[in-house]
């Protein structure tokens, strides 16, 4: 029943569009009438040697795309649509697929390796295909290499695509013996070591008991190693990938062969080809990582005990890696300040240096200073280039006392080069490693200052300056005034920069307005910059703050009164509109945190609304995030007087709320809507009906991203807050809402960190929703009709209480739930909260916990809870 | 799937450029402040309730109150407290005013924690010299609150405690001005008002060092906020805030006087001290005929709820205003008549507490309201009305039916029973038994006891029956109520056990 489809697959590839968009038509059309039969005659097209590679290939990746997707919900349905087919229609094409891992041609083969491992990604887990891995297996042993080649590469493909669970450890065992055999000296044909080397980093994660074993342990590392120093340049590289996996998963089992790894990455380095090389940097960088993560878990509490000891293999080895790193940093490339995607052995040497120095503090320092001394007067750039770097990337991890006394001789010099130096290249990386200098070792925490009334002009006129100069060191003397203007964050009342503050503010806006600007993300910077010194900046220049106002709507108003741009031009007005914005959205901030300055703000909210309502008609999605951010703070600026803008801002609120597909449009819609109802209080009841709809729509939608339903749920909370006990008529949907997601989210039922976070968000959202919704309906004459809610939710708090797993947000907030339920509900839940664990247990610990927060809740839900009982 | 050429790196170079970090800096920066403020909101909520019932003398006591050990311990923390707030103070490195705010805060706790708070030892350990630091000009919101916070502690302990605050008035006064955010000036003001109540000596000091202009400013509700509250108290202590109080009411415009009498709701509300004062003046005269008198909502609501507060907030008013006989008395009641009939629920509802308070009083109000054509309305609206006004209207009735007596255990009034038991409120009451509401069913419970007590001729148990009410009493058989639970059991046993029905 298969069709034949190789005349529409080789048009979908045609190089007339008509013929190729025709043939893609038919294509699609042909999925939807009657899929069965498409995907059979899919499979059949590729398994057939007859037909030409073109087609096989297409055929293979239309299947492919059949069954996965990289939106989770069309993932879902793809998966269910496969699911659902007829058992001998998938046992037909599942055939054709495993018949194609012997065809002679070896994109089929591919195209089809890949194929099995989705099918089985969706069948696996479900108990499905249970003979797949045997006879996957039995084709290892095969003779013609090709097919054992294919076979390997399906195993790699499956293991990539299958979780762990759904394969059993004997297939597990098996899996690994044929893959690492296939590494093996002894197997004579290339494809097939390349194949099983690739093979082997995607069944790392299998390995678990495997690498318990010492002797098979053993022996999967000495093959890896060896193919490190296999003559064919792939398989090194692929080797040294492995290896990498392997730090970082089994990082606990490393120390016997760390001495072994050392020496063969160390020739990698300095020797073998520079996509090797790079890998054998990146297990150092990795091992960085994992040392970092568990000196992070000791902190500074010593009887804590984190899972994984740390074995010190970096600060073993320092005294040879040091060396090492610092050669590579002379092998820069000419142009790779321009390139943003360049990556070479100077970056990544260096970025492993700057992993090294957090993993092993003040020790680095003495290593790498006769580097810099002796490199730093060099007349070759790229020694000096090399030193300021290396400089650089020290700055984060020794201490300030071993630091500042260096950064106070060096200062001079590198304001100097950063004038001074021939090179461009020099002088982009001196201005970062000012950035550094002033981003660790600059600020109110720091005992003595490096930046002192005697140097501050002279920083900032170089900075200024340099500011003319290219535009990527332009970026990055931005940064460093970035990082300048973030240390006074804290000053108090009188800043060091106000007597610059206008000049500053002059040369930023100047740099935004360079023919140049768009390149190395000039203008980004200098907009970024520029917000940083408002934020930091004192009273004493909030006239001129004032004055930016007028500057920066001057500006916005201009893009939008550009026309007929051409595609490249309107991306860069939009991509400037998304800067101003921000730029607005941090001087209202600014302004409106104290009253006079506020005062002198609202004089212009009229006409900021109007600019950001053009905005908001240009449909951008960056631009939308971006200007809903400048109406978050306006509202609070203006307060209630925001509800005379409700009227025309209400339907970008809404489309706003609607746009699940750009999620982060909806996720910051939704916080803006928590600061509406917070600037309008009541005033925003007319607008509840329509958001509270829109809300409920979204959190109904399986398309919605699941990272914004946790602010949704906070929302709730703050509409009820706004609104009191005019929430009453959408209880009856949030309640539900709120009970189902509290009964999902009251178990994690996972080990997995970024779940157990995520379900923490979510518990933090309900909370705050039911929190929201009890001291909203305080002391209104409705309280009675929360009352049947209050079994469940104490069983919620009750059972995640039971849980364990709660971090602080969520304890806080629980136990404020807690009182917020006592206090309002008052004698009519004094029984309910009695036979509660919270009102015992949960509420005594939090009594006497640490965190002054929790005990603040909690002492405040004692308090409320002793007033219900004693009614 | 892996490309057949190149690994593309994953690991971000350490040389990067500041923009993308920012502009992820800066929208995080928005989603804290955010938390931040929806955080501090729901203190407020919180704290609120706590601080006005903490202002009033009977606030619950903490269930395990503090032994001499504790205190001494208490003590110790609080000395040992001072020195961590000594040393933020010092401390100026980053984070500092964290650090401030964290050790304000600690020792704000501690001045809130027990009924005898260690005032005393704060202040020997050297408390005023350093708070009156912590309020200097400039430093940011959250320090003044905590600090204001402290000194309010400290100004409610004993009159040589209060005084310890004179160093302090300049600056509290200081911080009510418009520039400063509504918490922390409210805030002072509640510090403030603990210092005028302490006596006329510091009252004095307080007007010469002019508290009296913010305070009056913070009273009037155009700064946004309900929250008031806390300048209540100290503003009636105030010479001339109550006449220009009364003055207003009486003979300012509808829009005025609106104001006025949201005034005196915080401020019979909040402070028994005030109450106390407006009982006293003709306070109650001026309500009543702006009841009369005015049809505007917005007017009635917050009159007839500083009615309510006044009745319910000072025996004075029931016992020595509100006489039969007072030509008043009658025209409060008749203004009862024109809510309990309007067709605003709040106005109902507002006007049955109201006259539940009255109806509480001495047998002679009973009879008057008994007699007065409220019980019709009270009796329909028993039946017809939503839950929280039958409640509110079931403590009018029961009220009317009973009177206190010498014995502890209330007299019962039999005419007023049998009259409204045969004005059909029996059934209405039986639906309260049938509430989930346990204030509302102990409300019913009682009543059905009345009847079966108090009807003559035996006549209850039949009527209560024709009610269902013997099925809405045994729902309480199993009930988890403990006191509800026996009362009901109690009710069926005695009066439907085994030998009910046997001479029907």
Known sequence: ?871 | MADENSTPHKRGPLKSSVGSAAVQRRRDHAVTVRKERREALMRTKRLCRVGVSSDDADVPVDADMATDEEQSVLEDQTVKSMEELNLAIAYQGKGAMQKRVNALRELRRLLSKSEYPPVEAALKAGAMPTLVQCLSFGSPDEQLLETAWCLTNIAAGKPEETKALLPALPLLIAHMGEKSSLPVAEQCAWALGNVAGEGEELRDVLLSQGALQPLARMMLPNKGSTGHAKAATELIRIDGVLDAILRHLKRGDEELATEVAWVVVYLTALSNVATSMLAKSDLLQILVDRLASSNSLELLIPVLRSLGNLVAGDSYVTDNVLVAGNEVTVRVIQVMIKCLSSEHRVLKKESAWALSNVAAGSVEHKKLIHSSGAVSILIRLLSTSPFDIRKEVAYVLGNLCVAPSESGRPVLIVDHLVSLVGGGCLSGFADLVRSADIEAARLGLQFLELVLRGMPNGEGPKLVEAEDGIEAMERFQFHENEELRSMANQLVDKYFGEDYGLDA
């Open chain 1, 1 to 871: 029943m298969a069709m034949e489809v190789t005349q529409i697959l080789l048009s979908a590839q045609s190089v007339d569009s008509t013929v190729r968009k025709h043939a893609e038509e038919n294509l699609k059309q042909f999925q939807e009438q009657n899929l069965p039969v498409f995907l059979l005659s899919l499979s059949v097209e590729l398994a057939n040697e007859e037909k030409p590679a073109d087609s096989r290939k297409l055929a293979g990746l239309v299947l492919k795309n059949a069954l996965d997707a990289k939106e989770q919900h069309r993932k879902y349905e793809l998966v269910q649509r496969w699911l659902s087919l007829d058992v001998s229609v998938k046992g037909q094409i599942k055939a054709c697929l495993l018949q194609t891992l012997s065809s002679t041609a070896s994109d089929a083969r591919s195209t089809a390796s890949q194929v099995i491992a989705k099918v089985a990604g969706i069948e696996l887990p479900q108990k499905q295909w249970p003979e797949l891995v045997g006879s996957l297996l039995s084709n290892v042993h095969q003779v013609p290499p090709h097919v054992k080649q294919a076979t390997i590469e399906t195993l790699g493909y499956l293991c990539e695509e299958v979780a762990p669970e759904a394969i059993d450890q004997d297939q597990v065992n098996k899996i690994l013996t044929a893959v690492v055999q296939g590494m093996n000296a002894n197997e004579a044909n290339i494809e097939v070591r390349l194949a099983s080397t690739r093979a082997l980093y995607n069944a790392i994660g299998f390995a678990q008991a495997n690498f318990s074993n010492d002797m098979e342990r053993d022996y999967i590392m000495r093959v890896v190693c060896e193919a490190t120093l296999s003559p064919e340049v792939k398989i090194r590289q692929a080797a040294y990938e492995c290896l990498v996996s392997i730090g970082s998963t089994y990082y606990e089992k490393l120390a016997p062969y760390i001495q072994d790894i050392f020496n063969i990455t160390s020739k990698a380095v300095r020797d073998d080809e520079e996509p090797v090389a790079l890998q054998a940097i990146e297990f150092w960088s990795s091992i960085c990582d994992e040392e970092i993560d568990i000196l992070d878990d000791y902190g500074g509490d010593f009887t804590a005990d984190s899972d994984v000891p740390c074995y010190y293999f970096i600060k073993q080895a320092l005294s040879a890696l040091v060396p090492l790193l610092l050669e590579t940093l002379l092998k820069q490339e000419e142009d790779q300040d321009q390139d943003e995607g360049a990556w070479n052995l100077a970056m990544a040497g260096g970025t492993c240096l700057g992993l090294v120095a957090r993993t092993v503090g003040d020790d680095i320092v003495p290593l790498v200073m006769p580097f810099i001394e002796e490199n730093i007067t060099k007349g070759d750039w790229r020694q000096r280039e090399a030193a300021t770097y290396a400089f650089g990337s020290i700055l984060e991890g020794p201490s300030p006392d071993k630091l500042i006394p260096i950064v106070n001789v060096a200062l001079g010099f590198m304001l100097t080069a950063l004038t001074k130096d021939p090179s461009s290249h020099v002088k982009d990386t001196t201005a970062w490693t000012l950035g550094r200098i002033f981003e660790f070792l600059h600020g109110s925490t720091l005992a003595t200052p490096i930046i002192t009334p005697a140097n501050c002009q002279q920083i900032i006129t170089v900075l200024l300056q340099s500011m003319k100069d290219a535009p990527n060191v332009a970026e990055k003397a931005c940064g460093a005034l970035y990082f300048l203007a973030q240390g006074y964050e804290d000053v108090g009342p009188t800043s060091p920069l106000t007597p610059y503050f206008q000049e500053i503010v002059q040369s930023l806006l100047n740099a935004t307005h360079r023919e140049d600007a768009g390149e190395s993300r000039l203008r980004t910077a200098a907009y970024e910059t520029l917000n940083e010194v408002v934020r930091s900046s004192t009273e004493e220049t909030a006239r001129l703050v004032v004055e930016l106002v007028q500057v920066i709507m001057t500006e916005l108003h201009k893009t939008l009164e550009a026309q007929k741009l051409s595609s490249d031009e309107r991306e860069k007005q939009t991509e400037l509109q998304g800067l101003l914005c921000g730029c607005l959205q941090v001087i209202i901030q600014k302004l409106g945190a104290s009253d006079p300055t506020k005062y002198a703000l609202l004089q212009y909210s009229d006409q900021i609304i109007n600019l950001l309502l053009r905005v908001f008609a240009c449909r951008n999605a960056t631009v939308h995030e971006e200007a809903m951010l400048s109406i978050g703070a306006l509202a609070y600026a203006t307060g209630p007087n925001f509800a005379k803008y409700m009227p025309d801002f209400y339907k970008y609120l809404e489309m706003g709320l609607q746009n699940f597909e750009e999620y982060q449009v909806c996720a910051v819609t939704v916080g803006v809507v928590g600061d509406i109802c917070r600037a309008l209080e009541d005033k925003v009841l007319a607008y509840c009906d329509g958001i509270m709809t829109q809300l409920l729509k979204d959190l109904s939608s399986n398309q919605l991203h699941r990272s914004v339903k946790p602010p949704i749920f906070s929302c709730f909370g703050d509409i009820a807050l706004a609104i009191g006990e005019n929430f009453e008529k959408y209880l009856m949907y949030a309640m539900p809402m709120l009970q189902s997601a509290a009964e999902l989210s009251a178990h994690t039922s996972s080990a997995d960190d970024e779940m157990i976070e995520y379900t923490n968000s979510l518990r933090n959202g309900i909370l705050e929703a039911y929190s929201g919704i009890f001291q909203g309906f305080k002391n209104s004459p409705k309280t009675q009709l929360l009352i049947p809610y209050a079994p469940h939710i104490l069983q919620f708090l009750d059972s995640i209480y039971i849980e364990k797993d709660m971090d602080d947000i969520v304890t806080k907030t629980a136990i404020g739930v807690l009182g917020d339920l006592a206090d309002t509900l008052g004698s009519n839940a004094a029984s309910l909260i009695q036979a509660s664990v919270s009102s015992k247990d949960f509420l005594n610990e939090c009594l006497s916990s640490d965190d002054h927060l929790i005990k603040e809740a909690a002492e405040w839900a004692r308090l409320a809870i002793s007033r219900a009982i004693s009614v």
